[in-house]
C-alpha cells in the first residue's frame, strides 16, 4: 500500500504552493526542499507540512531528503521559482540525481511536472529540449511515474495574467508578447488538484498526460478578455515584438512595460493546446476561464455582480469568488 509522505522538489513557485496547498490538504505528510529556509517559512503554515534543507542537488543531499519517503513530485522545471528555480542548462544533469536518488532511496510513486512541448529533439529551443531530455531520464525510474504535461496555468501571481493586471494598473496600455501563441488557460488550483488525484491512479503509471482548460484562444485574446473582466475594455492591447519582449523582460522589475516576464516567454515558446479531455481524465470539470480570471482580476463591484449572476444561473458554488 502507498503511503502519504510525500517530497517536493521545486515546489516554492507559482505551482509548488498550490500542490503543496493541495496535498496539505488531501492529508498528505509533505517534505517542500528549499536551498533557503528562512526565505519560504509561510509553507510550514500548511497542516503536516514542512521544509528541508537541499543547499544543493548533491546525493548525500538528496539522500538525507528522500530517506523514509513514500512518494517524490519533481517540479524543478516550474520556472517561477525566482533564486530557487533551476538554470536550464543545469535541468538535465540535476533530473538524472534525482532519478538514481529516489531509485536509490525506494521511492514508490513519481509525478514529473512538465509542459506540451517538450521534446529532447526540439533543437531550436534549449528550454524544451532540456524538458524533454529530463523527462525522458525520469521515466527509466524504478517507481511508478507519470509525468503531466500542463498548458498555461493560470491563477493570481502567475506569471502572464497577473501581469497583464500590473501593466493595466498603470496605464490602459497592454503590450502582449507571443500574442498568436494559441493555449488553454487552466486554473493552477484544479491543476494541483488533478496532480494530487493522479498519486493513488496507479493505472496511470508510464502514461504521459497533457492538462488544458476547456477554452482555447489566442495569448492576446486572453489579454483583451483580462481587461474587459477588469473593467478596462477600453485600453489599448497590442502585440509586442519579440525584440522588445526580450528587453523588457530583461529588464525585470526596472522595464517600464511589466506585462511580459523572462518566465512567460519559456512557458509560451509554443502553442499550449490539446485534444485532450480533462474532466475524462480527472473526473471532475476544471473552472471555466471567466470564473478563475475574475478571482483575481475583476474590481470588487464586478465581482459582487459576477456571483449574483452565476446563482441566478444555478452554476456550481464552488465558482463564485
Known sequence: MLGKKVVVIGGVGFVGRAVVNELSKQGYE???????????????????????????LSDVALNKVMAGQDILINLTADMTAGTEALEID??????????????HQGIKRVIQFTQIGADANQASNIFLAALGEANSIMANTVAKITTLKAGLLIGEKDASTSKFVAQLNRAPILPVA???????????????????KTIKKTELAGKKLELVGEERLSFKELAELVAEIKGQEDALVFSMCGLNAKIMAKLGGLAPIVSVTSEQLLNLSCDLVSD??????????????????????????????????????GRNAEELI
Do not use: M
Open 90 to 103: 543545469k535541468l538535465v544533469a540535476a533530473t538524472q540525481k534525482i532519478k538514481q536518488v529516489a531509485d
Open 30 to 56: 509533505t517534505t517542500v526542499c528549499v536551498r533557503r529556509l528562512e526565505r519560504y517559512r509561510e509553507f510550514a503554515l500548511f497542516p503536516k507540512t514542512r521544509l528541508a534543507h537541499l543547499p544543493e
Open 276 to 313: 485532450s479531455d480533462f474532466s475524462q481524465q480527472f473526473g471532475f470539470e476544471p473552472k471555466s476561464l471567466v470564473a478563475t480570471l475574475a478571482k483575481y482580476v475583476a474590481p470588487h463591484t464586478l465581482r459582487t455582480r459576477y456571483n449574483d449572476h452565476r446563482q441566478d444561473a
Open 178 to 196: 507571443n500574442a498568436q501563441r494559441l493555449v488553454q488557460p487552466l486554473s493552477v488550483q484544479d491543476f494541483a488538484l488533478a496532480l494530487v
